[in-house]
């Protein structure tokens, strides 16, 4: 690759006309870009594989492999697919565009070309692609945020990558539109990225939080809300960040919604949150067996709190075999006194969740 000292872009053209890709190189170089050239389809994907450009100038005409195919498999992978295409067709190919565009085609140059059009469109696209570029680094940096929350405890490292995945079986299960599950995904992956602003002290408590220590816990969904809502690109996850603590009959926190103003996104998340929780081992309490937690579930729908037709289908994607073949975190963390109580079927009932006493019944899991 041809590279001026001090530019950034990288530029793609891939084209077998040596003329052709002579003068597309010479026209972005004198832009102060870098620029390397393919002289077919394979050349193309292999470069590309391996130093992924900013943008690409794709002939469709190639030997080995077209332009149409190169287009296809750069849009259809997760890591190539933002990056823009400007195809190079001949003149009054008015199919050969249509084709392309619905490949994925970001633009179009028709041969031959003016060069002026030429910089004009590649620094259009450029512009496009460094936003692009500039929100998934911020995007990457609070889901890494989000994971390392969660890793401040020995007792929630996992849990949200364990909530996507249940949530995401059950939304299959369920029929959640298929468009809907990447919000989800990113919902459940961030849904307790609040936790941040709760004290250590307050998350590892072996004993019941007192009510002071509970209302401190409870802002864990709002301070995640407000911590991500400036964020385009996940601004549909806030209500599953904000209210996956709700409950259908009100009893929720923290704005004690009702049924039909809890969204079924957040109902799904609510009850994969619930049912890891119940599966994986807590300060003050040891995991809980599976079948267990599906019989708290069922519980906790009958008594109105979580979505009854969700807590159902739960069931059936427990039994079918899809959550123990991603892990209950239930391995043991240490042995302490309370947890050998709860364990032991003691004073608390398995399950209890102390957070729940202060002003709530004994019969709320997954309190936090
Ligand atoms: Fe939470």
């Not at 609070?142 to 929350?149: E, G």
């Not at 049924?259 to 599966?279: K, N, T």
Request: aromatic share 6%.
């Amino acid at each position: 690759m041809h590279s001026p000292p001090g530019h950034s872009h990288r530029i793609l053209v891939v084209d077998d006309n040596p003329p052709n890709a002579a003068l597309l190189e010479h026209v972005l170089l004198a832009e102060g870009h870098q620029v390397a050239v393919a002289a077919d389809g394979v050349e193309a994907l292999d470069f590309i594989a391996e130093h992924p450009p900013d943008l690409i100038l794709l002939d469709l005409d190639l030997p080995r492999l077209d332009g149409y195919e190169v287009c296809r498999r750069v849009k259809s992978a997760p890591a190539t697919r933002l990056i823009p295409i400007i195809i190079i067709t001949a003149q009054n190919a008015f199919e050969a565009k249509m084709r392309a565009w619905e490949l994925g085609a970001d633009d179009f140059i028709t041969k031959p070309f003016q060069c002026l059009e030429v910089i004009a469109r590649c620094r259009s696209l450029l512009r496009i692609k460094r936003l692009v570029d500039e929100r998934d680094s911020a995007e990457a940096v609070v889901f890494a945020f989000a994971r390392v929350v969660e890793a401040k405890s020995p007792y929630t490292h996992g849990h949200s990558e364990r909530v996507a995945s249940y949530a995401l079986a059950l939304a299959a299960q369920f029929g959640l539109p298929q468009d809907q599950w990447e919000t989800l995904r990113k919902g459940a992956l961030l849904h307790d990225i609040g936790k941040i602003s709760v004290p250590d002290a307050i998350l590892d408590k072996p004993q019941p939080l007192t009510p002071d220590e509970f209302e401190i816990m409870k802002q864990h969904t709002l301070q995640g809300a407000r911590m991500v809502e400036s964020l385009r690109s996940v601004q549909d996850a806030v209500p599953m960040i904000r209210w996956h603590h709700e409950r259908l009959d009100g009893g929720g926190y923290p704005d004690g919604l009702f049924a039909a103003a809890i969204p079924l996104m957040v109902r799904i998340l609510s009850v994969a949150d619930v049912f890891d929780s119940l599966a994986s081992e807590r300060p003050y309490r040891g995991p809980i067996p599976h079948a267990q937690c599906l019989q708290i579930l069922r519980r906790d729908a009958d008594s109105g709190a979580l979505d009854a037709d969700l807590v159902k289908c739960f069931c059936e994607v427990v039994a079918a075999g899809l959550v123990s073949a991603v892990g209950n975190g239930s391995r043991s963390l240490r042995a302490s006194p309370q947890r050998a109580l709860a364990t032991a079927g003691g004073p608390q009932p398995p399950g209890h969740d102390p957070a729940a006493s202060p002003g709530q019944p004994d019969t709320r899991y997954g309190a936090f």
